[in-house]
């Protein structure tokens, strides 16, 4: 029985995992103009780099309530934030995510906590993007899957093709 395809479940740990993943950036929109200070753009620089080495992200990025109180928008979409500038700071970056995968989406500031669902605005503009590349992983999941089985399917056939010639050589012996 197959498994579930975990590369394109939004995993909604507190924390990026400790071990290397792909950073994507494709959509990405810097709403905080984080291009323009050299300060913030070397923090994300970091950050990208201590995700694609498996490092995880350093703790001053994240949020000061993270062992305790819950990410409400982390929990119910998936979608992560980090500081840029310290921990209470209001630039942040907004990210999803997945098995071997980190997805940033923009930069901005705490104002998509402020609507009701928290993060409504973001996954307003993200949702059809999301569908589409989710998808995309998931065809690609399967694509890789499917070459797998057909591999192991026919490393079956060739050995029951040997186990069959074996038995024909040795039934004609007797």
């Not at 057909?150 to 069959?164: G, N």
Request: glycine fraction near 6%.
């Amino acid at each position: 029985m197959r498994q579930p395809n975990r590369a394109r479940i939004r995993l909604r740990l507190p924390r990026i995992e400790t071990k290397p993943k792909r950073v994507r950036l494709e959509g990405w929109q810097d709403y905080a103009s984080i291009g323009k200070d050299p300060v913030l753009r070397a923090e994300l620089d970091d950050i990208v780099d201590s995700i694609g080495r498996g490092d995880g992200v350093p703790e001053k990025y994240y949020r000061a309530g993270i062992d305790r109180d819950r990410d409400e928008l982390l929990e119910q979409t998936g979608i992560m934030h980090l500081h840029l500038g310290g921990k209470h700071s209001d630039t942040l970056i907004f990210l999803v995510q997945y098995d071997d995968l980190v997805l940033l989406l923009e930069s901005n500031s705490h104002v998509h906590f402020r609507t009701n669902p928290k993060g409504k605005n973001i996954v307003a503009l993200v949702q059809s993007w999301f569908v589409n590349m989710e998808r995309d992983m998931a065809d690609a999941a399967q694509l890789a899957a499917g070459a797998a089985e057909r591999q192991a399917a026919e490393e079956h056939s060739r050995r029951l093709a040997a186990a069959l010639a074996k038995l024909k050589r040795e039934a004609g012996r007797i």
